[in-house]
């Protein structure tokens, strides 16, 4: 394992590049600015108020974990919470029995919250990949370089999917070495998992 940052022409010492960087987050939402995954680990005391931006799984857990430790948590999701959840039932009871915090999606309640320097903003939404990768998880115009996770345009999204991706890289790297089909990456059926008080997979 090598600490120090890969430059583009370092791609020049290795057979092969997989980049596997996690994508690129914003640190403003709204012209406000927000606290993101990066942050968290160096808060060193626990806000009273938190404000979080977003509606998925990584939103929901922040919220959460913040909740049991005690803090007034507000989740802003733009459309309903955990819509990958397509089971009303199961919904319905996560809002009722499990969910510990407050959920708006009224953007005025938002805007106020914003404006509110009591609450720290915790942005857990969006973030843009960096590689566009055919559907090898090649990464285009360029040769014998790879993606996987986070870093591929519209790929990634949870740890399963990017181990599976990784796998598919390191498959495809040694099936063109031997000059073998490449294989493409199955999200047919990728477990999803939500630490609340209750986990809940999927």
């Given at each position: 394992?090598?600490?120090?940052?890969?430059?583009?022409?370092?791609?020049?010492?290795?057979?092969?590049?997989?980049?596997?960087?996690?994508?690129?987050?914003?640190?403003?939402?709204?012209?406000?600015?927000?606290?993101?995954?990066?942050?968290?680990?160096?808060?060193?005391?626990?806000?009273?108020?938190?404000?979080?931006?977003?509606?998925?799984?990584?939103?929901?857990?922040?919220?959460?974990?913040?909740?049991?430790?005690?803090?007034?948590?507000v989740l802003y999701t733009r459309?309903?919470?955990?819509?990958?959840?397509?089971?009303?039932?199961?919904?319905?009871?996560?809002?009722?029995?499990?969910?510990?915090?407050?959920?708006?999606?009224?953007?005025?309640?938002?805007?106020?919250?914003?404006?509110?320097?009591?609450?720290?903003?915790?942005?857990?939404?969006?973030?843009?990949?960096?590689?566009?990768?055919?559907?090898?998880?090649?990464?285009?115009?360029?040769?014998?370089?790879?993606?996987?996770?986070?870093?591929?345009?519209?790929?990634?999204?949870?740890?399963?999917?990017?181990?599976?991706?990784?796998?598919?890289?390191?498959?495809?790297?040694?099936?063109?070495?031997?000059?073998?089909?490449?294989?493409k990456p199955n999200y047919d059926l990728i477990p999803k998992t939500?630490?609340?008080?209750?986990?809940?997979?999927?």
């Amino acid at each position: 394992i090598k600490y120090k940052e890969f430059k583009e022409k370092y791609a020049d010492n290795y057979d092969y590049v997989d980049y596997a960087t996690g994508r690129n987050y914003p640190t403003s939402y709204n012209g406000y600015e927000v606290l993101t995954h990066r942050d968290i680990p160096n808060l060193r005391e626990l806000p009273e108020n938190i404000l979080i931006i977003g509606g998925g799984v990584v939103a929901t857990e922040y919220a959460s974990i913040f909740s049991d430790f005690g803090c007034n948590v507000v989740l802003y999701t733009r459309s309903k919470i955990l819509k990958e959840i397509k089971d009303k039932d199961i919904r319905d009871y996560l809002i009722r029995k499990v969910i510990n915090f407050k959920i708006i999606n009224d953007k005025e309640e938002l805007e106020k919250l914003l404006k509110d320097e009591s609450y720290t903003k915790i942005l857990a939404i969006g973030g843009k990949g960096v590689f566009e990768t055919d559907e090898y998880l090649r990464v285009m115009n360029k040769e014998r370089t790879y993606a996987c996770g986070d870093c591929v345009i519209n790929k990634g999204g949870n740890t399963p999917i990017s181990r599976m991706e990784g796998r598919v890289v390191a498959q495809n790297i040694y099936n063109e070495i031997n000059n073998k089909p490449l294989i493409k990456p199955n999200y047919d059926l990728i477990p999803k998992t939500i630490r609340l008080s209750l986990t809940i997979s999927y």
